[in-house]
């Protein structure tokens, strides 16, 4: 058993970042860890902003990970993982999905999407931009994106592969059970 983490995965609601971090948190739990999980729903039937936090390791004490802690920032669209990069180490990375979904603020016309988010996120931390949302797409599961940055991500979580894999299978519902699978290969396949 390696040392434990703290991860931050970020997104808009219905993006998965509830699901994601109970794949997460069961992978850390069947690995002997102490895992704690927080989620914060924030705006998310709105398509707001949903932060959840996993934490594992010998012993957690508490599931909130504090700002400057994470040593992965999983996002599920850019800009959110621009809004919680202050939670990532120095050290740390960012593994983001390349999609704009722009808040209701931009839509509004009351605010203005920041420019080369991507950039600044690569000149800030280590980062892996994927884009996710065309992965997902070209295997015909577009809802599965959040699975294909789970699987770009896993290198940096420190759980076997066929763990990953398994513990997807066995959290996503059945019938979306393959489709998952391929998504995760597909994200794992990816160039870091």
């Known amino acids: 058993m390696?040392?434990?983490?703290n991860i931050?995965?970020?997104?808009?609601g219905g993006q998965g970042t509830l699901l994601a971090s109970r794949?997460?948190?069961?992978?850390?739990?069947?690995?002997?860890?102490?895992?704690?999980?927080?989620?914060?729903?924030?705006?998310?039937?709105?398509?707001?902003?949903?932060?959840?936090?996993?934490?594992?390791?010998?012993?957690?004490?508490?599931?909130?990970?504090?700002?400057?802690?994470a040593d992965v920032l999983i996002a599920f669209e850019k800009l959110e993982a621009l809004r919680y990069l202050h939670f990532l180490k120095k050290d740390g990375v960012?593994?983001?999905?390349?999609?704009?979904?722009?808040?209701?603020?931009?839509?509004a016309g009351a605010a203005a999407y920041p420019e080369d988010v991507l950039g600044t996120l690569k000149r800030a931390r280590r980062t892996v931009a994927v884009d996710a949302t065309e992965k997902a797409k070209a295997l015909g599961a577009p809802k599965a994106?959040?699975?294909?940055?789970?699987?770009?991500?896993?290198?940096?979580?420190?759980?076997?592969?066929?763990?990953?894999?398994?513990v997807i299978a066995e959290t996503v519902p059945p019938k979306t059970a393959e489709i998952n699978r391929r998504a995760f290969e597909a994200g794992y396949a990816l160039e870091s």
């Open 94 to 107: 960012v593994v983001v999905n390349d999609l704009r979904i722009d808040p209701a603020t931009v839509s």
């Open 145 to 166: 994106f959040n699975v294909v940055v789970l699987g770009a991500a896993a290198r940096y979580l420190g759980f076997p592969k066929e763990d990953c894999v398994r």
């Open 2 to 5: 390696n040392g434990g983490k």
């Open 8 to 12: 931050v995965i970020v997104g808009v």
């Open 23 to 69: 794949i997460l948190g069961r992978l850390a739990s069947e690995a002997g860890y102490d895992v704690k999980l927080s989620e914060v729903h924030g705006m998310a039937q709105r398509g707001g902003s949903v932060v959840t936090f996993v934490r594992y390791g010998e012993k957690v004490a508490e599931p909130i990970v504090e700002a400057g802690q």
